[in-house]
Every structure is written in C-alpha cells, then in structure tokens.
C-alpha cells in the first residue's frame, strides 16, 4: 500500500456517517471526530437524528474522505471506509475525560462545547471493516482484525 491509511486519516477533521433508522432507512451526516490507537470517538447532540438510530443499531458506516479541494480526481478521491461498531461512553468516566482532551486538542476551545452541553453524548466507534481508496488501481481491504495498516490490495481490470 503506497499510503498508510492511518496517516491519511489524521489529515482529515470530519467523517460522514451512515446509520439506519427503525424503518431501515438510511440517514447519513457528517461529525467531527478524533481518533485514539485504532478507534474514532464522535460527539453528537441527543437532538440528531444520528444518535436515536446510533441508540437503536449500534452498527454504523463511517467514511473519511480527503477534501474535493485537494484532489486531484473527482472521480478517484482519497478515501476510506468502515463498518464500526458503536460503544456509548458514560459522561465524566476516564474515557470521556481523555477524548474530551483531544478533542480540545485537535479543535481548539471551541470543542468545550461538547462537555457544557449536557444533550451531547460520546461514540466510541471500533472498526470491524474497512476499505482504503487511494485512486483508480488502488483499493485495499483490511484484513478483518487487522487494521494497521496491513491490506489486501485489488485494481481495476481495463477491457
């Protein structure tokens, strides 16, 4: 793989999110997020759609995608995906307390609002499957509990 999934993941601040609603609907969105080791930590209000489906099917799809900005093909951007795993974090436990810390880290103060807005809570989002694109030719699967860096690789076939 000619680009560490996890380096191009660092570059980027926001993911969309897919999740299903009680009538199998799909709702995608977009949230800011961090990341700690090999899992994705979001903070959404009570008041999204997001969080009652996230509450109710605890598995999502998740996509992090470079910017249309800084692609260089439309049709080829950077990408990748997952299949998570939704874990709801109690308020004030050490794992709330240290992604709040990140993310204070990585947005600046303006993430404070997630700790004084009692109706936002914290996902822990923990890949089960995924897909790096990095352009045509270049598509990796994660081997399935694997997920640093090692992929198996596929292309595209030309007529």
């Given at each position: ?27 995608t ?90 109706d ?8 089960v ?31």
């Open positions: 793989m000619k680009q560490n999934p996890w380096e191009f993941i660092d570059t980027i601040q926001t993911m969309a999110i897919s999740s299903i609603n009680d009538n199998g609907t799909a709702h969105s977009y949230a800011p997020f961090i990341k700690n080791e090999q899992k994705f930590y979001i903070c959404i209000s009570a008041m999204a759609k997001h969080t009652y489906n996230i509450l109710n099917n605890e598995t999502i799809s998740i996509m992090i995608i470079e910017d249309e900005s800084k692609s260089t093909n439309l049709f080829a951007r950077k990408r990748v995906t997952f299949d998570v795993q939704v874990t709801s974090i109690e308020r004030n436990s050490l794992i709330f307390n240290g992604a709040m810390t990140l993310f204070r880290d990585k947005f600046g103060n303006s993430a404070g609002i997630y700790e004084s807005m009692q936002f809570q914290l996902f822990e989002l923990s890949p499957s995924g897909r790096a694109v990095f352009g045509f030719g270049e598509a990796y699967d994660f081997i399935e509990g694997d997920f640093g860096g090692n992929a198996t690789g596929m292309g595209h076939q030309s007529k």
